[in-house]
């Protein structure tokens, strides 16, 4: 068990350093692009998408050096951050456009970092575009203990041994050696320091459910 315990640590310690390294060797790069793009002023869509490349390279950047989620005090509406998602899908996978059904209201709040929503909801929205034929389907609630919500598409949805080993770094959706199979090792990481639970289930559209329970300000009740 302590042999188990200590491979699980060191398999950590590699990914935060390896994570700490690749985000700063590309603050460089970004640093370069971002100079060239002040040539071209008429074109917002480059420079909000590499602000957000940058703010993205500090979060995993900070989250390769800090231990933990931070927890806040007031809450952010899940929608909002939702929306900034979903943006950008629509731009990503403009040759596959999805149906979206949303219905998620406004007081579903979520008390942490916002880099961490986006990280979660971004790798689970960019794998419904994926893997979904035709419908996008986002739901989410406010609950008694915290809140509750879920991202399915009409794909073909995960057999019951892909459910097993989908949050296992590595491990990949398909066999079309898309990605390296670590975002939703990611997701499931970000969710767990929260205190949280993920849980995979079959749609009712056919594919793939991604069910997300967070507990009130990151505590359990």
């Known amino acids: 068990l302590n042999a188990l315990i200590e491979k699980e640590h060191s398999q950590r310690e590699r990914y935060r350093e390896a994570m700490a390294d690749l985000a700063h ?25 590499l602000s957000r490349m940058n703010d993205n390279i500090e979060y995993q950047l900070q989250r390769a050096v800090i231990s933990g989620h931070k927890v806040l005090s007031q809450g952010m509406p899940v929608v909002q951050v939702l929306n900034l998602v979903l943006e950008a899908m629509e731009k990503i996978h403009k040759e596959h456009p999805m149906v979206m059904d949303v219905d998620l209201a406004d007081d579903v709040l979520f008390y942490g970092d916002e880099n961490d929503l986006l990280e979660v909801f971004g790798n689970l929205v960019d ?48 066999q079309q050696g898309l990605g390296q199979g670590i975002g939703l090792a990611v997701v499931y990481d970000i969710i767990k320091g ?18 997300i329970t967070l507990p009130h300000n990151g505590h359990e009740s």
């Open 25 to 49: 060797s590309l603050k460089t790069p970004i640093t370069i692009i971002s100079g060239e793009l002040n040539n071209y002023p008429e074109n917002p869509t480059l420079k909000n998408a």
């Open 127 to 174: 794998n419904s575009f994926k893997y979904g034929k035709s419908r996008v389907q986002i739901t989410g609630s406010q609950t008694s203990t915290g809140i509750e919500f879920s991202v399915e598409d009409d794909g073909p949805g995960l057999t019951p041994e892909q459910q097993k080993k989908v949050f296992t770094r590595g491990e990949r959706l398909d």
């Open 194 to 211: 929260y205190e949280g639970n993920i849980m995979t289930s079959q749609s009712t559209l056919g594919g793939a459910k991604f069910t």
